[in-house]
């Protein structure tokens, strides 16, 4: 059934993804202030711009994520967790972590549930959600099922698709069958590949809470235009197959 929607539901869909690692700081800066303007769920930022996106997000109701064990999920868990600790301190409310992909792989599933549960224990303890990476591009179907299931066991409160540095980003497939594993105390985040409104759009429609993305000036501008038309609705999941391309 299709869903009539505002401007600023897709707002508090985004992630505004600030994670080249080419990114100045003045580009993180006028990232963050874009973000604040368009009133997005959060920025996502290298660790090392934590401080400064706090900064300028800390009286809004933008919050400040960052990511752990990026890109590969490949820390040990005593750095991941050192990561954590040092990201809340300095303002992070949601931390984006990369599940340990070659230890998945290797079929080492207690390791990878210890390694996400020892982050999600110590970030609930500090107020904080933990959304998971999975990193489908590398993994089956099969796998994907698997991992969703290993991570809401391991208490994560998001799992999520792609870093964005892979071959490969969000699929509408995946999503369906994220949104179909898990139970309704996880949500879904699509990320690597959502850059137009259409997109943004497909994922909400298949059971996406949020989307990671660079294009968000332009998606909020289209999002706005629709609203004002009174034609921002969400398609029918059955309608959709794939994402949709940029326009």
Known sequence: MQEKITAIDIAK?????????????QEVIDGCILAKKYRCATVCVKPCDVEIAYGILKNTNVLTTTVIGFPHGSNVTELKLKESEIA??????????????????SGEDDYVQSDIKTVCDYAHSRGVIVKVILENAYLTS???????????????????????????????????????????????????????????????????????????EKIMEDAQKMEAEGTLIVPDADTITELPAAN
């Open 88 to 105: 809340i301190n300095q303002g992070c409310k949601e931390i984006d972590m990369v599940m340990n992909i070659g230890r998945f792989r």
């Open 142 to 216: 099969e796998e994907i099922e698997r991992a969703c299931k290993i991570c809401e066991k391991a208490g994560a409160d998001c799992v999520k698709t792609s870093t964005g540095y892979a071959k490969s980003g969000a699929a509408i497939p995946d999503l369906k069958l994220m949104r179909k594993t898990c139970s309704s105390k996880v949500f879904i985040k699509a990320a690597g590949g959502v850059r137009s409104l259409a997109g943004a759009l497909a994922v909400r429609a298949v059971g996406a809470a949020r989307f990671g993305c660079t294009a968000t």
């Open 13 to 25: 869909m985004i992630d505004h993804s600030l994670l080249k690692p080419e990114m100045t700081k």
